[in-house]
């Protein structure tokens, strides 16, 4: 059972554009929503994270949107450029003590920036 | 700079071969994990340890076991390779129990298992 599911699975924008990224999550234990990058060839890195205690971070031209209330949380990339082209994958996990930071991802999405 | 690193990029494999994939962190973290990663399934856990010689299943542990024996690696193995089996490998680590806490990537190893 996907406890967290991610659209689209893959996302064409212009350069300039904006590039966004929905997740909707089932488990309403989760107190943690990190969003990681991968570029091809790597590992996947923490890009931006978020509490549910917040309804938006903002680092740079990348922001998280949370709504609590609809379990959902959304990746926005402003102004998106060629070297954001990558797969990028939301996660969700739930507090501490029996967790150990284990992570649940969603399905990922290709995003693929025009120049 | 914080490392995770896979023994290998690439692996191929017979059907029925015990294989095992190894991962070392040099960060002194606590938590290891074992993800695939497959196309449109995102990434699943399969294992992970909390500490030394401690193991706990993931979503889907089936055919396939773990070993830390160190603080630093953590070992997945095969036991009997199957072609369903064929897939990215990743494994990370992170600091302590508390979940909030960032997981570092190995590269990932592709396995075929033909």
């Known amino acids: 059972q996907q406890q967290v599911k991610q659209s689209p699975q893959s996302l064409i924008v212009q350069k300039g554009g904006i590039s966004i990224i929905n997740c909707a999550y089932e488990n309403t234990a989760f107190d943690y929503f990190p969003w990681y990058q991968q570029f091809p060839g790597k590992g996947p890195a923490l890009l931006i994270a978020?509490?549910?205690?917040?309804s938006e971070k903002k680092e740079g031209r990348f922001t998280i949107s949370f709504n609590k209330s609809a379990k959902q949380f959304s990746l926005h990339i402003m102004d998106s450029q060629p070297g954001d082209s990558a797969t990028y994958f939301c996660?969700?996990?739930?507090?501490?003590?029996?967790?150990?930071?284990?992570?649940?991802f969603g399905q990922g999405t290709i995003l693929t920036v025009h120049p | 700079d914080v490392k995770v690193t896979q023994s290998s990029r690439y692996l191929v494999k017979r059907t029925g071969e015990k294989v095992f994939l190894e991962c070392v962190q040099d960060m002194d973290h606590e938590n290891m994990f074992w993800y695939r990663q497959d196309p449109g399934l995102g990434l699943r856990l399969i294992y992970f340890?909390?500490?030394?010689?401690?193991?706990e299943k993931g979503d889907i542990p089936e055919g396939y076991s773990v070993s830390r024996e160190k603080k630093e690696r953590f070992s997945l193995i095969l036991e009997s390779a199957s072609t369903n089996q064929t897939s990215m490998y990743l494994c990370?680590?992170?600091?302590?129990?508390?979940?909030?806490?960032?997981?570092?990537f190995g590269q990932g190893t592709r396995l075929t298992v033909v």
């Open positions: 990370a680590s992170s600091l302590g129990w508390d979940a909030n806490t960032e997981a570092f």
């Open positions: 978020i509490r549910p205690d917040v």
């Open positions: 340890s909390y500490d030394v010689k401690m193991k």
């Open positions: 996660a969700a996990s739930w507090p501490g003590g029996t967790s150990y930071g284990k992570l649940t």
